[in-house]
């Protein structure tokens, strides 16, 4: 049996004990003094429309300095198809998605109410990559050649069509073949002489594996709209400021890589796995000429999206069957939103 | 293996009328889904959209075109199960040593998902019709394969016996007892291999094609199209309810046997 003297002691520890818990959880209630009120963050959804890659840089670097926190987003990264973040944004699912310039016009011909609201890429990456001894030095020589490309839907068929309107030929003075997404393995095994894909992959990949190609990339031709970042119609008229937050947000993203492509490759280790195992000599051939589409360095400025390339795209794409009527461009883009 | 004096049944088709009745029923639900959610068209259609268009496509010719080329890989791919799956299923059946021998390279070509081999096939084989009929073949044979063996294998020892008493040659008890024998085990891996055809199809088209319906449900998806994805899904379950149909129609035929036996063949809406 315990002396009374012991549990004296054992009493004033209990009281000392539980004095001390509710102090904590008092101090645990009451924000810090020192801390000013921030605005809980947003958590959403951003559909990228491909897999993880350096050329995202902008993205991750805006996660990586806190750009997209100060704006108020927690950003998730989500791969998914392109057309499934149309089909989201135009719902009111996600807020953002990161779409084409084409995605948005055939959108919208179906009656999806999305809107593109900055431009990142100003150039369009779509590029015909022929092997040297093919002879395609211009568009012209793509007369009776036998192409490969992914299939007769998206940027690659759009881009291929308008280098062969730009030539004045048709669809029917050459030979497309749906290859999926091996254009290297078909050009490097011979299955076709020319295939069709993007200036940042493709060419890159091939002239490392010591193939001789030529390229010839759609945007020293035409100008055609290109990828950049969608919303709906629905947050512009209810949510602009988190429009414009969000817009602005990327928008540093994207000048710092630009001004520091170091540090979109150092950002980007983070969000592409393995990247850091990969050439880095390769990644930043990568994302340099991504640079020189994302920005002409001239008119249009930064992240704003060109409205004569927008109405090639319209056009081309009525002229293709794709859009079933004349669209309304000045509904379909907007610049308001970038710095 | 006595002859029955009793009259073949007549074949007759079977009800419908359960099958009608859920179909009907789904097609209310989904129609109830569309109306009630509030859910845009270009996420789900109503089956009055989807309707109209498929009629839109009929009548152009477009859905017609691509069912077409996508009926024809199936059955190409299919006829080449059968032909590849049941006689090495047979052979199989016959050497242990033979199916020790090829087990780790059947399991194997089963255990690899047919959406990460197909980029591989159309790469080696190009992304003509030849790489869809492959990885239809690929996807059949196995349960042709797998019937056949167990089917024959099924052959109880005494039977063998019996008609090797009675003088028969290899090929007569081929003919006369292991085939009869292993028809039903064979038609139960045709049902499934049938169905399963349009699935590898439907695969190889998604990746690389420029026809077919596995390409309309891509480029329609592309557009934005989705009462088009509709109908090109919907046109696939009708091709792979049509061929299940057609090999339980071949079965019931076929195995006339079980009818004159009072073992009536299970068909769909018959008890």
């Given at each position: 049996m315990l002396a009374f003297s012991s549990l004296r002691r054992l009493g004033w520890l209990w009281v000392l004990f539980v004095v001390g818990a509710l102090a904590a959880c008092q101090a645990a209630a009451e924000p810090a003094t020192t801390e000013a009120t921030a605005p809980p963050l947003q958590t959403i959804r951003l559909p990228m429309g491909y897999i993880p890659n350096i050329q995202y840089a902008p993205f991750y670097v805006a996660v990586e300095r806190g750009y997209f926190r100060e704006a108020g987003f927690e950003i998730e990264f989500d791969y998914s198809f392109e057309t499934d973040g149309v089909r989201l944004v135009a719902a009111g699912e996600v807020p953002f998605a990161v779409a084409s310039g084409e995605q948005v016009l055939m959108a919208r011909d179906q009656g999806l109410p999305v809107v593109y609201v900055m431009a990142w890429w100003q150039k369009f990456p779509v590029a015909v990559i022929a092997a040297e001894d093919a002879g395609v030095r211009e568009p012209a020589d793509l007369e009776g050649q036998r192409i490969g490309l992914p299939g007769l839907f998206g940027a690659t068929y759009i881009g291929l069509t308008a280098l062969l309107h730009y030539a004045g030929l048709t669809e029917a003075d050459v030979t497309l073949e749906a290859i999926g997404f091996n254009q290297v393995e078909a050009l490097a095994t011979g299955q076709v002489p020319v295939v069709v894909g993007y200036v940042t992959n493709e060419p890159i990949q091939l002239r490392h594996q010591g193939y001789a190609i030529t390229v010839l990339p759609v945007a020293d031709y035409v100008s055609l709209a290109s990828n950049g970042i969608i919303t709906s119609e629905t947050m512009i008229a209810e949510h602009p400021e988190q429009v414009r937050a969000f817009v602005r947000a990327l928008y540093r993203g994207l000048q710092d890589v630009v001004n520091d492509p170091d540090v979109g490759y150092e950002a980007s280790l983070a969000h592409v796995e393995g990247l850091a195992d990969q050439d880095k000599g390769v990644q930043m051939e990568i994302l340099h000429t991504a640079i020189q589409y994302w920005w002409t360095g001239g008119e249009p400025p930064l992240g704003h999206a060109d409205l004569e390339a927008w109405q090639n795209m319209h056009d081309l794409l009525l002229d293709m069957g794709l859009l079933s009527q004349p669209q309304d461009i000045e509904a379909a883009v907007t610049n308001e939103f970038v710095p | 293996?006595?002859?029955?004096?009793?009259?073949?049944?007549?074949?007759?088709?079977?009800?419908?009328?359960?099958?009608?009745?859920?179909?009907?029923?789904?097609?209310?639900?989904?129609?109830?889904?569309?109306?009630?959610?509030?859910?845009?068209?270009?996420?789900?259609?109503?089956?009055?959209?989807?309707?109209?268009?498929?009629?839109?496509?009929?009548?152009?010719?477009?859905?017609?075109?691509?069912?077409?080329?996508?009926?024809?890989?199936?059955?190409?791919?299919?006829?080449?199960?059968?032909?590849?799956?049941?006689?090495?299923?047979?052979?199989?059946?016959?050497?242990?040593?033979?199916?020790?021998?090829?087990?780790?390279?059947?399991?194997?070509?089963?255990?690899?998902?047919?959406?990460?081999?197909?980029?591989?096939?159309?790469?080696?084989?190009?992304?003509?019709?030849?790489?869809?009929?492959?990885?239809?073949?690929?996807?059949?044979?196995?349960?042709?394969?797998?019937?056949?063996?167990?089917?024959?294998?099924?052959?109880?020892?005494?039977?063998?016996?019996?008609?090797?008493?009675?003088?028969?040659?290899?090929?007569?008890?081929?003919?006369?007892?292991?085939?009869?024998?292993?028809?039903?085990?064979?038609?139960?891996?045709?049902?499934?291999?049938?169905?399963?055809?349009?699935?590898?199809?439907?695969?190889?088209?998604?990746?690389?094609?420029?026809?077919?319906?596995?390409?309309?449900?891509?480029?329609?998806?592309?557009?934005?199209?989705?009462?088009?994805?509709f109908v090109g899904v919907l046109t696939l379950m009708a091709l792979a309810l049509s061929l299940y149909a057609a090999v339980r129609y071949a079965e019931s035929r076929l195995l006339y046997w079980q009818r004159r036996n009072g073992q009536a063949v299970v068909t769909p809406g018959r008890r």
């Open positions: - | 293996m006595a002859a029955s004096s009793r009259p073949l049944p007549r074949w007759s088709p079977p009800s419908r009328r359960y099958e009608i009745a859920s179909i009907a029923a789904g097609v209310l639900l989904w129609w109830a889904v569309a109306r009630l959610s509030g859910l845009p068209s270009f996420i789900l259609p109503t089956p009055g959209q989807v309707w109209t268009r498929g009629w839109e496509a009929l009548r152009s010719g477009l859905l017609l075109r691509h069912t077409w080329v996508t009926l024809q890989e199936v059955l190409v791919g299919l006829s080449l199960g059968v032909l590849l799956g049941a006689p090495l299923g047979y052979a199989l059946a016959k050497s242990r040593r033979l199916e020790r021998i090829f087990a780790p390279y059947i399991v194997t070509s089963q255990a690899i998902p047919v959406v990460a081999i197909a980029p591989l096939l159309i790469i080696w084989f190009g992304p003509g019709m030849l790489s869809k009929v492959l990885i239809t073949v690929l996807i059949t044979f196995f349960p042709l394969l797998m019937n056949t063996l167990v089917g024959v294998r099924s052959v109880p020892e005494e039977l063998h016996h019996l008609l090797c008493s009675l003088g028969a040659r290899r090929w007569q008890v081929l003919r006369y007892l292991e085939i009869p024998a292993a028809l039903p085990m064979f038609f139960s891996g045709l049902r499934i291999a049938a169905t399963l055809s349009v699935v590898g199809a439907v695969v190889g088209e998604f990746i690389a094609a420029r026809e077919g319906l596995g390409f309309l449900i891509n480029e329609a998806r592309g557009r934005y199209d989705t009462a088009l994805v």
